[in-house]
């Protein structure tokens, strides 16, 4: 089978130029995206994605303000300014680098940030959003998604189409089982405690692989002619940066799939520019 490997480099380039032209035209208004991200300590991974949106930012056009704070900033401290941000006209969307020292309720940041700042779409109210069909920001991986099956596979239609997601947590499976839901797909939520996963994955026309468990969807998983997404970032045992997908033998059978890394990781980072672009047209519009 002549299998689509679907890169999420070139649609996550795709659509940061599409945000840089329409940030041009907004800047000719005299309007500037503005983008506030608070990193709390020194974690290396946290270090890395931060400077990854600073990029993203500069690419496109946006305004991003940088606060780096000590890892014993007090969870009042973190609060303050948070608030201090849900405040600023000019500051269009709040993004807290997760995860936070252990000293800081992240439940508390979560429910701190502005719903109409949350460009991260974890606020509940977003969430809530989501489930009633209303608008609101979606998190970013789920987004990210649907944007990778629309723009990466020629001429495929949710619609219509059964999907399993492997994985129920809060940030990738339940709001991806709503999106998909959104475009019209028959939707299984599958978990860690799945009975006959195997069978349940292979009525799958897409299964979107969300556990966090190196390998663990293998080909016995996969009907022929499915699309996978492997939502997986993890080390495999010779330290190789891997998915929960086994690739080489599952890319021999599905029609499309994506790899790690290369796939969804980099439409995180380019949906939290399209959540800021939207972000500052609803607070001009307001």
Not at 5 to 19: H, R
Not at 58 to 68: D, Q, T, V
Not at 188 to 215: F, M, P
Request: charged share 25%; glycine share 10%.
């Amino acid at each position: 089978m002549n299998t689509k490997i679907i890169d999420g480099k070139i649609i996550s380039g795709q659509i940061k130029d599409e945000l840089k032209e329409k940030t041009a035209l907004l800047k000719e208004k005299g309007i500037e995206v503005t983008l506030a991200v608070i990193l709390v300590g020194a974690d290396p991974a946290s270090q890395v994605y931060v400077r990854n949106k600073k990029r993203a930012c500069e690419y496109i056009g946006y305004r991003s303000l940088s606060y780096e704070l000590p890892e014993d900033t007090s969870e009042e401290e973190l609060l303050k300014l948070i608030d201090e941000l849900n405040g600023r006209k000019d500051v269009d969307g709040i993004l807290v680098q997760m995860p936070l020292p252990k000293h800081i309720d992240e439940k508390k940041v979560t429910l701190a940030i502005s719903p109409d700042k949350d460009v991260d779409g974890f606020h509940p109210m977003n969430v809530g959003a989501l489930c009633v069909g209303d608008k609101g920001f979606v998190s970013c991986t789920p987004a990210g998604i649907i944007q990778l099956l629309k723009r990466g596979v020629d001429g495929f239609d949710i619609s219509g189409k059964e999907c399993v997601i492997v994985g129920r947590s809060n940030i990738v499976g339940k709001p991806m089982a709503l999106l998909m839901l959104r475009e019209n797909a028959t939707v299984t939520i599958a978990h860690s405690r799945t009975k006959n996963l195997e069978e349940v994955c292979k009525r799958a026309d897409i299964i979107i692989a969300a556990v966090g468990k190196a390998g663990m969807i293998t080909k016995d998983h996969v009907k022929p002619g499915a699309v996978v997404i492997d939502v997986g970032i993890n080390r495999s045992e010779d330290g190789k940066l891997c998915g929960d997908v086994k690739f080489d033998e599952v890319s021999e059978i599905a029609s499309a799939i994506t790899p790690v890394p290369g796939g969804v990781g980099p439409m995180t980072i380019a949906m939290l520019m399209y959540n800021c672009y939207e972000a500052a047209i609803m607070h001009m519009n307001s």
